[in-house]
């Protein structure tokens, strides 16, 4: 089974509420990505969590906090966003199955920010 | 700086119509190449990973290959169901990081 799931599927909300997405996989992998994507553009990587840490921050604005609770989840914390925050996000686990080290993608959040 | 191309960017194609997109790299020691299926507002769906040049993997209609510059993905009497994003990345031994490098895509549209 290589399945990471993503809640919730859509969110919409304004520029003053605080919410959270959340990303669960169960393949004992133990490096997770966030990333966002836009409309015909390419995936763009965020934070990358290694062993429940974090290990890389692309200079994302502080409006987006990640959390690494245990192994098998990853939390984004979303505050203050803007419109322009209006992307699909995806979350990633990456592991070694039938001998190839790979990244399996959620389906994502699409998220609306009014 | 890994670079990762792909052409062409929009390809449409009859059912039964047999054709090959490409991912063309640079990257300082290739550590795998990777391709996804994605449809609209979804994740990306993993199809193949290749790490050596002449290396093929296949599944169903889909056909991928690398040489040491490029790779393709071959398909082979598509179905309107195969239209979709095909992503491609690398991942070099640059850096310590597993962060691959995706290139921007091929919009497959498979007409009935």
């Known amino acids: 089974d290589t399945e990471v799931t993503q809640t919730p599927k859509h969110l919409v909300m304004g520029m003053t509420n605080k919410k959270s997405l959340k990303c669960e996989q169960h393949?004992?992998?133990?490096?997770m990505y966030w990333y966002k994507q836009k409309a015909k553009k390419p995936p763009e990587l965020m934070f990358v969590?290694?062993?429940?840490?974090?290990?890389i921050n692309e200079s994302v604005p502080s409006r987006f906090s990640p959390e690494c609770p245990n192994s098998s989840l990853l939390n984004l914390h979303l505050h203050a966003l803007q419109p322009e925050d209006s992307a699909l996000y995806l979350c990633?686990?990456?592991?070694?199955?039938?001998?190839?080290?790979?990244?399996?993608f959620g389906p994502g959040t699409r998220l609306t920010v009014l | 700086e890994d670079q990762v191309t792909q052409s062409p960017e929009a390809l449409r194609l009859q059912e039964g119509e047999s054709s090959s997109l490409n991912c063309s790299y640079t990257?300082?020691?290739?550590?795998?190449l990777f391709w996804y299926r994605q449809d609209p507002g979804k994740g990306p769906e993993f199809l193949f990973t290749?790490?050596?040049a002449g290396e093929e993997k296949e599944k169903e209609r889909l056909k991928a290959t690398l040489t040491k510059k490029e790779s393709f993905l071959h398909i082979t009497a598509p179905k309107p169901e195969d239209s979709a994003t095909y992503l491609c990345?690398?991942?070099?031994?640059?850096?310590?990081?597993?962060?691959?490098?995706f290139g921007r895509g091929t919009s497959l549209i498979v007409h009935p």
């Open positions: 990633a686990s990456r592991g070694s199955i039938d001998g190839t080290d790979t990244q399996y």
């Open positions: 393949m004992g992998h133990r490096a």
């Open positions: 969590y290694s062993y429940e840490k974090l290990s």
């Open positions: 990257v300082s020691g290739l550590r795998g």
């Open positions: 290749l790490y050596s």
């Open positions: 990345a690398v991942r070099s031994a640059s850096g310590g990081s597993y962060i691959p490098t």
